[in-house]
């Protein structure tokens, strides 16, 4: 058994000495030639192969799991899989010199070129039937790619990355967007929430450490703000929420953030880059959908807050139904039933207890669908919140296990599809993703109104019958807030993570999955065999072939059917 052990906070002068080494050393990383750091990614996949069972068993234990449960899935699936990947990726892109293959490249009727980047391989549309990934590109640019490997070698520069700390893939894969879609070499900070974590993360990147290029120091505030003001310093990356981005940018008292942001004069000038979280919607556009269908998609929409504990950015928070719909309560009850069948979560992030109530005092209709120990928060469904400019629920993460719903007064799908367009770009906070729950037969009776949809939604992901997960999970596609987000006014965040495919100017991610499965897909939850699941994938993801295929599929079909 692992003793879960957080490195002691770094000291100043420790923090003083890892950034001199980094500054010595970021000029090598820009003229690093490709080569040698295909050699780093082959490196730390080969060291991660022996770290993986650890990692799991911390993350598990620090999460209140047992980690030879079903539920231990989830941190295969959060962490070693997505690693893997995309490391794996990565090690492909620089393969091609920076200038990855696409699977296709096509155009829309205005001319906006799209990247199809899912799936790629004839592996991978075996291994997840029937999903897809396309990148709308900024028509201004084209599908340009590796901008870094095209215009050769600029001045090195320092980013300082502020480690997620609920999701264990996200410290990794910020690390290697930043050292090679980036340029830059890095100083990691650990959340202190996953801490634990951080030796691990120095074991498969070694080399990387052993070479200047990588650094990792522990602390809480103090160490982090040293870090962030430290002239040596050039960049800094932020995963959190928009109240940690506007402490670290533009001060920590309201008073001085206004004063601050009036000027025009940030408490901390360096380029920033974001991912801040969102009230993330899901749009059950109304259809004829049957009993099963209903039952199916409630058990997606369980599975979308459930995950981690509900602790995701992307976590679906609020189902947007139209008051119209015939089969909208019974939706609804479906959705209960679900939720009344989650086991207990440990609420281990931060704060969890406090957003709780925060939502639960403010809408006596809340609903706690179970009993948990004091350690956990119950299952919790909200009907019936106002759609209105200013609501609470709509302007406020729980990143917990609460879900929420409102109602939008429409005829049918077209006028739904267009009335939640605007609601959602002008009273729901966030633009880091959204989801589309659509039955094929109302897809194609309204196909111009879902195209107006997607073109006019300020999200940077949708997915049409597919979690926004997925788009982080795939590497391949952008991760961020929409374009156009300033400091000022920041969004979900600023830049953008993954894009292994190396885009230079995406702008909006679109996602599609059948609107029923035959197989449970592993994000739904109550997944009896979900920790061979995610051991298989992670097997796939690691090395793809037909024999690593078929056990992944295995697995898969053994978790019964949907």
């Given at each position: 058994?692992?003793?879960?052990?957080?490195?002691?906070?770094?000291?100043?002068?420790?923090?003083?000495?890892?950034?001199?080494?980094?500054?010595?050393?970021?000029?090598?990383?820009?003229?690093?030639?490709?080569?040698?750091?295909?050699?780093?990614?082959?490196?730390?996949?080969?060291?991660?192969?022996?770290?993986?069972?650890?990692?799991?068993?911390?993350?598990?234990?620090?999460?209140?799991?047992?980690?030879?449960?079903?539920?231990?899935?989830?941190?295969?699936?959060?962490?070693?899989?997505?690693?893997?990947?995309?490391?794996?990726?990565?090690?492909?892109?620089?393969?091609?010199?920076?200038?990855?293959?696409?699977?296709?490249?096509?155009?829309?009727?205005?001319?906006?070129?799209?990247?199809?980047?899912?799936?790629?391989?004839?592996?991978?549309?075996?291994?997840?039937?029937?999903?897809?990934?396309?990148?709308?590109?900024?028509?201004?640019?084209?599908?340009?790619?590796?901008?870094?490997?095209?215009?050769?070698?600029?001045?090195?520069?320092?980013?300082?990355?502020?480690?997620?700390?609920?999701?264990?893939?996200?410290?990794?894969?910020?690390?290697?967007?930043?050292?090679?879609?980036?340029?830059?070499?890095?100083?990691?900070?650990?959340?202190?929430?996953?801490?634990?974590?951080?030796?691990?993360?120095?074991?498969?990147?070694?080399?990387?450490?052993?070479?200047?290029?990588?650094?990792?120091?522990?602390?809480?505030?103090?160490?982090?703000?040293?870090?962030?003001?430290?002239?040596?310093?050039?960049?800094?990356?932020?995963?959190?929420?928009?109240?940690?981005?506007?402490?670290?940018?533009?001060?920590?008292?309201?008073?001085?953030?206004?004063?601050?942001?009036?000027?025009?004069?940030?408490?901390?000038?360096?380029?920033?880059?974001?991912?801040?979280?969102?009230?993330?919607?899901?749009?059950?556009?109304?259809?004829?959908?049957?009993?099963?269908?209903?039952?199916?998609?409630?058990?997606?929409?369980?599975?979308?807050?459930?995950?981690?504990?509900?602790?995701?950015?992307?976590?679906?928070?609020?189902?947007?139904?139209?008051?119209?719909?015939?089969?909208?309560?019974?939706?609804?009850?479906?959705?209960?039933?679900?939720?009344?069948?989650?086991?207990?979560?440990?609420?281990?992030?931060?704060?969890?207890?406090?957003?709780?109530?925060?939502?639960?005092?403010?809408?006596?209709?809340?609903?706690p669908l179970s009993r948990p120990?004091?350690?956990?928060?119950?299952?919790?469904?909200?009907?019936?919140?106002?759609?209105q400019d200013g609501e609470y629920?709509?302007?406020?993460?729980?990143?917990?296990?609460?879900?929420?719903?409102?109602?939008?007064?429409?005829?049918?799908?077209?006028?739904?599809?267009?009335?939640?367009?605007?609601?959602?770009?002008?009273?729901?906070?966030?633009?880091?993703?959204?989801?589309?729950?659509?039955?094929?037969?109302?897809?194609?009776?309204?196909?111009?109104?879902?195209?107006?949809?997607?073109?006019?939604?300020?999200?940077?992901?949708?997915?049409?019958?597919?979690?926004?997960?997925?788009?982080?999970?795939?590497?391949?596609?952008?991760?961020?807030?929409?374009p156009g987000n300033t400091l000022?006014?920041?969004?979900?965040?600023?830049?953008?993570?993954?894009?292994?495919?190396?885009?230079?100017?995406?702008?909006?991610?679109?996602?599609?999955?059948?609107?029923?499965?035959?197989?449970?897909?592993?994000?739904?939850?109550?997944?009896?065999?979900?920790?061979?699941?995610?051991?298989?994938?992670?097997?796939?993801?690691?090395?793809?072939?037909?024999?690593?295929?078929?056990?992944?599929?295995?697995?898969?079909?053994?978790?019964?059917?949907?």
């Amino acid at each position: 058994m692992i003793t879960l052990v957080s490195p002691s906070d770094t000291s100043l002068e420790k923090l003083e000495s890892e950034l001199e080494l980094l500054s010595s050393r970021k000029q090598a990383w820009v003229e690093t030639p490709v080569r040698k750091r295909i050699h780093y990614l082959e490196t730390a996949a080969t060291a991660a192969d022996r770290v993986w069972d650890r990692w799991v068993e911390a993350s598990c234990r620090a999460k209140g799991l047992d980690p030879y449960s079903p539920l231990a899935g989830e941190e295969w699936l959060l962490g070693p899989a997505l690693i893997a990947r995309c490391i794996r990726l990565y090690r492909e892109a620089l393969v091609a010199g920076g200038q990855p293959r696409l699977p296709s490249l096509t155009t829309r009727p205005n001319g906006q070129p799209v990247a199809r980047v899912f799936p790629g391989t004839v592996l991978e549309r075996m291994m997840y039937l029937g999903m897809s990934a396309d990148v709308w590109l900024d028509p201004s640019t084209g599908a340009t790619q590796g901008a870094v490997y095209r215009d050769g070698a600029g001045p090195g520069r320092i980013c300082l990355v502020l480690g997620g700390g609920n999701v264990s893939a996200i410290p990794p894969t910020d690390v290697l967007h930043k050292l090679l879609a980036e340029n830059q070499v890095v100083l990691l900070k650990m959340n202190p929430v996953n801490a634990y974590l951080g030796p691990l993360l120095e074991e498969i990147f070694y080399p990387l450490v052993r070479d200047g290029f990588l650094r990792v120091i522990y602390g809480g505030v103090e160490v982090g703000e040293k870090a962030c003001h430290h002239p040596l310093v050039d960049t800094v990356h932020i995963t959190g929420s928009q109240h940690s981005h506007d402490a670290i940018v533009w001060g920590s008292s309201a008073a001085e953030r206004k004063r601050r942001q009036k000027q025009g004069k940030p408490f901390l000038e360096k380029t920033i880059t974001s991912e801040l979280g969102c009230v993330t919607p899901i749009l059950v556009v109304p259809g004829p959908w049957t009993e099963t269908e209903l039952a199916y998609q409630a058990r997606h929409a369980a599975g979308m807050i459930s995950s981690n504990a509900g602790c995701n950015c992307v976590a679906g928070q609020l189902l947007v139904t139209s008051s119209g719909w015939s089969r909208r309560e019974r939706f609804l009850t479906h959705v209960r039933r679900n939720l009344e069948r989650l086991p207990d979560r440990k609420a281990y992030y931060p704060g969890a207890h406090g957003r709780y109530r925060q939502f639960v005092e403010r809408y006596r209709q809340a609903e706690p669908l179970s009993r948990p120990p004091e350690t956990c928060l119950p299952w919790t469904l909200i009907s019936g919140i106002p759609p209105q400019d200013g609501e609470y629920g709509l302007e406020n993460e729980a990143f917990c296990g609460l879900l929420t719903e409102t109602s939008l007064e429409s005829s049918d799908a077209a006028q739904f599809l267009a009335r939640a367009t605007e609601f959602l770009n002008h009273s729901v906070w966030g633009d880091l993703s959204c989801v589309i729950l659509l039955h094929p037969e109302t897809e194609a009776a309204h196909r111009r109104s879902l195209e107006t949809a997607l073109e006019d939604l300020r999200y940077s992901t949708i997915g049409i019958n597919l979690w926004g997960g997925i788009g982080f999970g795939l590497m391949v596609t952008p991760w961020g807030g929409a374009p156009g987000n300033t400091l000022e006014n920041p969004g979900s965040g600023l830049g953008f993570v993954h894009n292994t495919f190396l885009l230079d100017r995406p702008v909006k991610t679109i996602l599609r999955a059948p609107f029923k499965t035959p197989y449970v897909p592993p994000w739904f939850p109550n997944n009896r065999n979900l920790r061979e699941v995610g051991q298989r994938v992670t097997e796939f993801e690691t090395g793809p072939s037909f024999k690593s295929l078929a056990r992944a599929l295995v697995a898969v079909l053994k978790s019964g059917p949907a």
